[in-house]
């Protein structure tokens, strides 16, 4: 049974900052690259960070300078760090896990990021 637990999100004020986490179980997370993606109602999901199994990262250019992904191995986990949030921060984030080269990948629940006022 794999699984992607998300959590963290929350309703923050513009400015603010939260904190991702995607706890990974059920596959061998070390050989995964991992990404977060956010989609807000009507729009397409998009890649915001993502992250290889060697730690090589990238970030969508809305996202950069802003935002932070990481993983930790031994916790299987990978986090994104959010600041300076704005309102057009505001979706629904996914947490992937993808073995590259095989085309297998995975995906979380999602969890809720607001930005607002």
């Known amino acids: 049974q794999v699984q992607l637990v998300e959590s963290g999100g929350g309703l923050v004020q513009p400015g603010g900052s939260l904190r991702l986490s995607c706890a990974a179980h059920g596959i061998i997370f070390s050989i995964y690259a991992m990404g977060w993606y956010r989609q807000s109602p009507g729009k397409q999901r998009e890649l915001v960070a993502a992250?290889?199994?060697?730690?090589?990262?990238n970030y969508a250019d809305s996202v950069k300078g802003r935002f932070t992904i990481s993983r930790d191995n031994a916790r299987n986990t990978v986090y994104l760090q959010m600041n300076s949030l704005k309102p057009e921060d505001t979706a629904v984030y996914y947490c992937?896990?993808?073995?590259?080269?095989?085309?297998?990948?995975?995906w979380g629940q999602g969890t809720q990021v607001t930005v607002s006022s």
């Open positions: 992250i290889t199994s060697g730690g090589s990262t």
């Open positions: 992937n896990a993808e073995w590259t080269g095989w085309g297998i990948d995975y």
